[in-house]
Nanobody, 119 residues
């Protein structure tokens, strides 16, 4: 059974930090690109960050312009975990965050976790 189980999130003040975690099971973790998406209130879902599969070489990362320099995505293949370290949080970072796994047309989603940033 494929599962992406998220943890972390909650309420934070502007300038604060949070880390989101995602535990993967039921699929070959190292051949999947792993991403974090978010859906701000009243807006469409958007890609936040991606870390590439590691079976063919070192992972590479890509970030949305809005989070570059503040967020860091990482993965631990031995633990089957992916993380999103979020620093200098801003009110506009308020959203439901989703862990996502992709291998070509195969996709899996986490359950979502709310991050709320207050000024």
């Amino acid at each position: 059974q494929v599962q992406l189980v998220q943890s972390g999130g909650g309420l934070e003040h502007t300038g604060g930090s949070r880390i989101l975690s995602c535990a993967a099971s039921g699929f070959a973790f190292n051949v999947y690109d792993m991403s974090w998406y978010r859906r701000p209130p009243g807006k469409e879902r958007e890609l936040v960050a991606t870390i590439s599969r590691t079976d063919k070489g070192p992972a590479t990362t890509v970030y949305a312009d809005s989070v570059k320099g503040r967020f860091t995505v990482s993965r631990d293949d031995a633990k089957r975990m992916v993380y999103l370290q979020m620093n200098n949080l801003q009110v506009d970072d308020t959203a439901v965050y989703y862990c996502h796994a992709r291998l070509f047309s195969l996709q899996h989603w986490g359950q979502g976790t709310q991050v709320t940033v207050s000024s």
